[in-house]
């Protein structure tokens, strides 16, 4: 009974110690991004030792007696601010603040040395900070997670982390497709005044959290249990964990759904689009959706992986996820090539745009190769990717890209009759083995500045032509 009513506090303990760590991690973010410094200053100290002191019991005693000395010109800088502005003296106030609070952190660490500051001392304590604060952070997850019901308990921490590593993806994902097309773009401005959300306040907020509150939180934990000596870790690997990878595979699935029922009647239907109408002409933001769908690809792969990693092979739950966000993903790949395909019939092809569309083929085999594998066990995923790579860098060294693009603007010229305008500078960049396809251009130009500047440009490459030395290590076909 006893013991029980330990491992309530500490888990009770744990959980309020995060807590608060990370409401102080949103407060110096209000203090250092907020009006200036004044007040604000000693309350953040004191607040600080208020969480040391009650985390710790107000027992102080075990502690190195230099750290509490360090309070004194702590607490008499803090109160400082609270005097009048000074801008040239908050100016070398605050670094020696949060050099004394850094020096204090050290001696909290170290009990039983008798040394002061010295070359050897200071990087063999930062050493003992970093490896007490590692140990703290698994401390306390375990202090978190011993409760009767632990399978609960677990599902809800795994769920969490899973929304965690899912952020930063969903955000750039959301940003990216909100670069691509205004009509997503207006409606997340609209979700966001709706629920009055300001996205720069929770990014920093998330940042401060992420870099001073949890980080106080694993450090006062591992100063409190520097006595143990064998660290302890986890159970089981969190990053194996399927709860994990399916909170993951989830929030993409939520993102990318979005960006497709905003795309659904303007690119699917578009000959009776009236719904966000806005996207239907966006012919631009194809590099955005492009890079958008790599991402989800690379995100699908290793959450496979290590699914079928974990269990040996995939339960239905992920296939059934892996095919709706692959699925989701080929949608918003046509999008892109939707776009693009616009995009080249207005502007002309170039090299970066051919590249752009062998990536989106690539990237569609890919995902086809993920859709077999879901029903194919058999299957080698890695292998499959291996050999759809090589097959496509084969195909774009065979090829002769320059001239493809070439062949392809002169075409477009030949045929539009004088409505289409060709990029001749563009052309300048290719190399040598247009020049046949610049005599066509040539012969169908009808007379002006274009065909005075093209006609130079074709006598300086008939020139380097014939002065280009021929041997057997750079000898091509095409001479």
């Known amino acids: 009974m006893e013991k029980e009513r330990v491992v309530t506090q500490d888990k009770i303990k744990a959980t309020s110690l995060l807590v608060v760590s990370l ?6 973010r209000e203090v250092l991004v907020g009006n200036g410094f004044g007040l604000s200053v000693l309350i953040t100290v004191i607040v600080y030792y208020a969480i040391v002191f009650w985390y710790f019991d107000f027992n102080l005693s075990a502690l190195n007696p230099k750290a509490a000395i360090l309070c004194v010109p702590i607490v008499f800088l803090a109160a400082g601010f609270l005097l009048h502005p000074n801008g040239v003296g908050q100016f070398f106030a605050i670094p020696t603040l949060l050099g004394l609070v850094i020096l204090q952190t050290i001696f909290l660490f170290d009990r039983t040395s008798k040394n002061f500051l010295s070359v050897r001392y200071v990087p063999m304590m930062f050493r003992k900070v970093f490896n007490g604060s590692v140990n703290g952070i698994e401390r306390l997850f375990i202090q978190m997670k011993q409760t009767k019901n632990k399978k609960a308990s677990s599902q809800v921490k795994y769920i969490l982390i899973g929304l965690v590593i899912a952020l930063p993806l969903v955000a750039i994902l959301i940003a990216l497709f909100s670069r691509a097309d205004q009509g997503y773009a207006d409606a997340i401005t609209h979700l966001l005044r709706y629920f009055n ?15 001073f509150g949890f980080p106080l939180a694993a450090c006062l934990v591992g100063l409190k249990y520097i006595p143990e000596k064998a660290p302890v870790t986890f ?7 399927v709860t994990i990878l399916a909170t993951v595979l989830i929030s993409l699935l939520l993102v990318a759904l979005s960006f497709i029922a905003v795309q659904f009647q303007s690119l699917f239907f578009p000959a009776g689009a009236t719904l966000f109408s806005r996207a239907s002409t966006a012919i631009d933001g194809f590099a955005q959706i492009t890079f958008a769908s790599a991402l989800l690809f690379a995100a699908i792969t290793p959450v496979f992986l290590l699914a079928e990693k974990r269990l040996g092979k ?13 699925l989701s993903n080929l949608a918003i790949l046509y999008s892109a090539v939707y776009r693009m395909s616009n995009y080249i019939a207005d502007g002309g092809l170039s090299v970066k745009r051919f590249l752009t569309m062998w990536l989106m083929a690539l990237i569609a085999v890919a995902l086809v190769g993920v859709l077999v594998k879901c029903f194919v066990p058999r299957l080698g995923l890695i292998q499959f990717f291996a050999v759809t790579a090589i097959l496509g860098v084969c195909f774009l060294n065979i090829i002769n890209v320059d001239r493809t693009v070439a062949q392809f603007n002169i075409s477009k010229y030949i045929s539009a009759q004088g409505t289409y305008k060709i990029d001749l500078k563009q052309l300048g960049y290719l190399n040598n083995s247009i020049l046949p396809d610049l005599r066509i251009l040539d012969a169908n130009m009808p007379s002006g500045k274009d065909k005075v500047y093209l006609q130079r440009m074709i006598d300086e490459r008939q020139r380097q032509q014939r002065t280009t030395e021929i041997t057997i290590l750079n000898y091509t076909l095409n001479w």
């Open 23 to 28: 409401l102080f991690g949103i407060w110096l």
């Open 197 to 211: 959300i300001n996205l720069s306040n929770i990014f920093l907020d998330l940042f401060f959290c992420g870099f």
């Open 235 to 241: 159970e089981k690997p969190l990053h194996l964990n």
């Open 314 to 326: 995939l339960p239905n739950s992920m296939r059934a996820l892996i095919v709706l966000l692959s």
